[in-house]
């Protein structure tokens, strides 16, 4: 009996596993039904998989799992429609290790002059819609090339494809995976996002028989609906829930610590799956320059490393880390030779980036774009299948529209301080900037984008390198954004159209060029070394800051802490600790953020100056201009205590139990002993806070 394959095997496993909680989730949600109703649910559905599977075993009918993950077969290591039920399936094809059906070396010079214009003209002038354009035409003058690409003499097209690894390439990708895991364990990047996300664990794990993601649980607001109401289809934030629950561990722990080391084991094998299909010939090679890339590309807030191994406790940067290369790979191994069993997976990845985040729901072009790209012969019947495996993304989409619109129209009213600025320049600037930066490897990505289709042997795949980036420039161009970015959210959330755009593997693969031409020069054995020297000169040249550098605000600590300022965390769980549940406290934006994670149920006044057209929503102008200014007090207090009555009076008027000030030293001390008389004990201080609270011990 064949072993199954660990990289298809794996991913194929954790996609279908995760598909059917996000579904499950997702009905739970949508009944108002408990977080402990959703756990048993899916503890039966697990149970009868194993009880089918064990009758099947006995019965000495195929395994389920070996039918789902498909046996490793040669070329590929992974399923390819034999071994199914199906039997229309495509046999995989064979390995073809001979010349490349077009010379390569003719190929990636045009390639690169053109890409060469195209990102010099943009460095000259700085101009994103000008640029949008000419890549625009580049790309689709190379698409036009590809379907006029040459084929073998005798008139067939032989298929480039992964042989079967190696137990030490499996053996070296494992070790990755489990340093990796380490690593994100041990770096420590905040973020208040968390606020929310950590909001959402926290009151589902503390409250496990009550409806969850139904109301804001951040301020306490009466019948105040969530933020946004595409949040209800996250599953992440119920999976951190659900295993906080199960063993115990503190809701903001089982984000930070068990699901972020599950998604960094899981982000090695996602983009070698992918790899093996967009580069065969050498695609362990990059799938390490695609780490590498990861663990670089760090400039921009919303850069791709630092959506990565910094921040995946949050579901989008899962989403975007293990997701979507997940999506890619599934729908090219669909496309290769499509079966039910790969049908399914390419539907459990698309459902699995859904319940990440609903910004997943960019993987449904991507899975178009692709099957268009890669599909073999006539659209038939297993293409419409194809392209009905994301249903479950379009249903949703489908049903949040109505609500998203009305949500977008509600928060327009009130301004945006993060509005890029109603231009088509400012936006697309600002988008640029947040995810590439403003330094070399800005253009470095640009040319990558445009020059990586040149480098594999496949046309379809060489075609479906062009597809990607010339989708992402006809969303990133200024005739998109005049007619889609209406809203100051949706400008300022522009740069998502990135998300797309499997960039770090792009990159991987223009970087793997030398690779490939030392390959075809006989030298095999050394041709991975001039890819790792490419790549090891190209990115320290870029300039570019790495998400794990202290220049990004990311700390290391071995044993691994809760990924929060140790000062804010140490003030906001003072605070917390001290007052009653259901109270009201006053903290500064970067205490305030993280008081809400605790499973106690206690609510700061004001968080974070992003969360203000919410509060706008569900308060009057004034209550929430008051809020705000409290926060500031607070945030400042060493120099507006002359008024230490400020703090006797809006515990009043607020009904507040908790106060957590900046610490000025003796000034604030000297005022603080005057609210004593409201009733008021200092419970705890550290280098920055002094927190304050009616219950003080």
Not at 64 to 83: N, Y
Not at 112 to 134: D, H, K, M, N, R
Not at 336 to 342: D, K, N, T, V, Y
Not at 580 to 590: I, K, L
């Amino acid at each position: 009996m064949k072993r199954l394959a660990l990289i298809p095997g794996l991913c194929t496993v954790a996609v279908l596993l995760y598909a059917a909680w996000t579904v499950l989730c997702n009905l739970v949600v949508w009944w108002r039904l408990s977080l402990d109703t959703l756990i048993v649910a899916y503890a039966l559905l697990l149970l009868g998989l194993i009880l089918v599977e064990g009758r099947r075993r006995l019965g000495g009918r195929p395994s389920l799992l070996r039918q789902w993950i498909g046996e490793e077969e040669e070329g590929e290591g992974g399923s390819s429609g034999r071994g199914t039920s199906d039997p229309a399936a495509e046999p995989a094809p064979a390995i073809d290790r001979s010349g490349g059906l077009q010379p390569m070396l003719p190929k990636m010079g045009v390639a690169a002059v053109g890409a060469l214009l195209a990102v010099g003209v943009y460095a000259q002038t700085q101009e994103p819609g000008s640029f949008a354009a000419a890549a625009i035409t580049f790309l689709t003058a190379a698409l036009i090339y590809t379907y006029a690409w040459k084929r073998r003499g005798d008139g067939t097209e032989v298929d480039r494809i992964a042989p079967p690894p190696r137990r030490r390439d499996l053996a070296l990708l494992t070790a990755i995976a489990l340093a990796l895991v380490v690593l994100t364990l041990a770096a420590h990047h905040a973020d208040t996002d968390d606020c929310f996300y950590g909001n959402v664990v926290a009151r589902a794990a503390g409250s496990p028989g009550e409806p969850f993601l139904q109301h804001d649980g951040i301020f306490g607001i009466e019948g105040a609906p969530l933020m946004l109401p595409a949040y209800k289809t996250h599953s992440f934030e119920a999976a951190a829930a659900a295993f906080s629950r199960i063993t115990g561990l503190a809701p903001l722990l089982s984000l930070h610590w068990a699901l972020a080391a599950m998604a960094a084991f899981l982000a090695p094998f996602a983009w070698a799956l992918l790899l093996r299909r967009l580069l065969p010939e050498h695609w362990l090679v990059a799938t390490v320059i695609t780490l590498a890339l990861l663990l670089s590309l760090g400039d921009g807030h919303a850069a791709y490393g630092n959506f990565a191994f910094v921040r995946l406790h949050q579901g989008k940067g899962v989403l975007l880390t293990v997701g979507m290369p997940l999506v890619a790979a599934m729908a090219l191994r669909y496309a290769a030779a499509p079966s039910p069993a790969r049908a399914l997976a390419l539907w459990a990845a698309q459902t699995t980036a859904m319940g990440l985040s609903f910004s997943g729901l960019a993987v449904v072009p991507v899975a178009w774009i692709i099957l268009v790209g890669a599909w073999r012969g006539r659209w038939n019947r297993w293409f419409l299948v194809g392209l009905l495996c994301s249903v479950h993304p379009l249903l949703l989409a489908g049903i949040m529209a109505a609500p998203m619109q009305h949500s977008a129209e509600a928060l327009a009213r009130f301004k945006n301080a993060s509005d890029p600025g109603h231009t088509p320049f400012e936006v697309l600037d600002h988008a640029m900037k947040m995810v590439l930066g403003q330094d070399r490897m800005r253009l470095l990505a640009l040319f990558l984008a445009l020059f990586a289709w040149s480098v594999p042997r496949d046309r379809r795949v060489a075609r479906i390198l062009i597809l990607l980036p010339l989708a992402f420039f006809v969303a990133f161009n200024p005739a998109a954004v005049r007619r889609f970015a209406t809203t100051p959210s949706s400008r300022e959330l522009w740069f998502r159209a990135f998300w797309i755009l499997p960039l770090p593997a792009i990159m991987a693969v223009g970087l793997s060029a030398p690779a490939m031409l030392a390959s075809r020069w006989r030298w095999r054995k050394g041709s991975w070394i001039l890819a790792v020297l490419a790549a090891a000169v190209l990115i320290p040249q870029s300039r570019t800051t790495s998400p794990l550098s202290s220049r990004n605000d990311t700390w290391w600590h071995w044993p691994p802490q809760v990924k929060a300022p140790p000062e804010d965390y140490a003030a906001a769980r003072c605070l917390v600790e001290n007052v009653d549940e259901d109270s009201r406290v006053v903290a500064p934006e970067a205490v305030a953020a993280w008081v809400p994670t605790f499973e106690k149920r206690v609510y700061p006044l004001f968080t974070r100056f992003y969360d203000e057209r919410f509060l706008l929503l569900n308060l009057p102008a004034d209550e929430v201009y008051k809020r705000r200014t409290l926060t500031g007090f607070v945030s400042e207090a060493g120099h507006h205590l002359d008024f230490p009555e400020v703090i006797c009076f809006n515990s009043r008027r607020f009904d507040i139990d908790g106060w957590c000030l900046r610490d000025f030293g003796a000034q604030t001390d000297k005022a603080l002993s005057e609210a004593a008389q409201c009733g008021f004990q200092r419970v705890g201080v550290n280098e920055r806070y002094r927190v304050y609270t009616r219950h003080g011990e």
